[in-house]
């Protein structure tokens, strides 16, 4: 009998260890968390690092599950004929035991790499001051009736700033 896994208690930590991480450490999804970082290019950049890390953890916890798969049943293979393993079987389970090691290790890195992007992402949004609408400053040569609102485009500069990248009118 399976049970099915209540959606509130969040993903899989054995199937899906990088969403896992995500959801236990952060409270979000990958999708959620680059939407929530939207205006400040650090905070995206990072945001966008955690998912592509936690997509690389899910992924190589998929290659584990396969390759540990596949030595399970070269082992149920050589033991069906109940003669000892050949040299074939013997070298295929060395080959098969040395990639599920190095896999093994993959994932605790690449979830390592998660935990220490999300302390960084976290200490980010700490120390992050929100923008003060009220104290914004002119550009030298800047109308001033055009700095109403911070430039659409993050340059943190106020709208009409004319810097190269300003998409504001």
């Not at 205006?39 to 998929?62: E, K, N, V, W, Y």
């Not at 596949?70 to 082992?75: S, T, V, Y």
């Not at 980010?124 to 609408?133: E, F, I, Q, S, V």
């Amino acid at each position: 009998m399976t049970s099915t896994p209540n959606p509130s208690e969040g993903p899989d930590p054995i199937r899906e260890p990088g969403k896992h991480r995500l959801h236990a450490r952060l409270g979000t999804t990958r999708r959620e968390l680059t939407g929530q970082a939207g205006g400040s290019p650090a905070h995206l950049t990072l945001a966008t690092l955690i998912s592509d890390m936690a997509r690389d953890a899910d992924t190589l916890a998929d290659m584990l599950r396969s390759r540990i798969g596949q030595a399970r049943d070269e082992l149920a293979r050589l033991s069906a004929g109940g003669r000892p393993a050949t040299s074939r079987g013997t070298t295929v389970m060395a080959a098969l035991g040395a990639e599920i090691d190095l896999i093994t290790a993959q994932l605790d890195q690449s979830l390592g790499h998660l935990d220490r992007l999300i302390d960084a992402y976290q200490n980010l949004k700490r120390h992050t001051p929100t923008a003060d609408l009220g104290r914004l400053r002119l550009v030298p040569g800047q109308r001033r009736n055009r700095a109403t609102r911070p430039c659409p485009c993050a340059c943190t500069r106020p709208c009409g700033c004319g810097h190269a990248g300003c998409t504001a009118p």
